[in-house]
């Protein structure tokens, strides 16, 4: 069983653009959350998405978006990058309340 | 913010002993789930506990539950240097229309000495 894929794993921008990660969930798994992980905030939600429908937010501001497509997939995207985006954005899928699958991440960095 | 705290933050010991994390939560939960981490890499889900149970084991990981006192313990018995990672506690509170998100503890960084 394939696990969670996250794409691409590093990343590189610079402040004001914009990016897409993506998040392909084991098979079966309706439930993708995302969460950000920095030295300094340590690992937050930011939200999760089920049947294409986002059920939960974190507390980050609006320029963190995500969506998910029928085949479960998700992207997240961040616009105007600030240096404080730099960060490891981690993917986690779920079937149940049995634990959550995650990624390997994407480390992204903002110059 | 965080809602769990976890102590120690850094654990070195020898291998062959026994490991001890402790975390503590705020709110009601679901469950609690303890993940670990390698450099920087993705989240390993280890193990998770019920609200209620009370204790659960899995090869030499036991985990502990007390609700009354939103806490929990991570034991890894008989520590190898492949244990050394971070490890992090993560509650699943109770949420409205079956929404799921897990609130992480800040991690125990766990250095296992040859």
């Known amino acids: 069983k394939a696990g969670v894929t996250q794409t691409p794993r590093y990343l590189i921008k610079t402040r004001g653009q914009q990016v897409t990660l993506s998040c392909s969930p084991i098979?079966?798994?309706?439930?993708v959350s995302w969460y950000q992980q920095t030295p300094g905030q340590g690992l937050q939600f930011l939200f999760e998405y089920f049947s294409e429908t986002q059920r939960n937010k974190g507390n980050f501001p609006g320029r963190f978006s995500g969506r998910q497509f029928s085949n479960s997939r998700s992207e997240m995207n961040v616009s105007t990058l600030e240096l404080g985006d730099s960060a490891l954005y981690l993917c986690?899928?779920?079937?149940?309340?049995?634990?959550?699958?995650f990624g390997s991440g994407t480390r992204l960095t903002v110059v | 913010s965080q809602q769990g705290e976890e102590d120690p933050q850094a654990l070195s010991i020898q291998e062959g002993e026994n490991a001890t994390m402790n975390c503590s939560y705020k709110?009601?939960?679901?469950?609690l789930q303890w993940y670990r981490q390698n450099s920087g890499r993705g989240l390993v889900h280890l193990i998770l506990i019920r609200s209620n149970e009370r204790e659960k084991h899995s090869g030499r990981l036991r985990v502990t539950l007390d609700t009354s006192k939103k806490s929990s313990s991570l034991l890894i018995t008989a520590s190898r240097a492949a244990d050394t990672a971070s490890y992090f506690c993560a509650t699943d509170p109770r949420l409205i229309q079956g929404a799921q998100k897990l609130v992480f503890g800040q991690g125990t960084r766990l250095t296992i000495n040859p």
């Open positions: 986690a899928s779920s079937f149940t309340d049995y634990g959550y699958t």
């Open positions: 098979s079966g798994h309706r439930s």
């Open positions: 709110t009601s939960i679901n469950n």
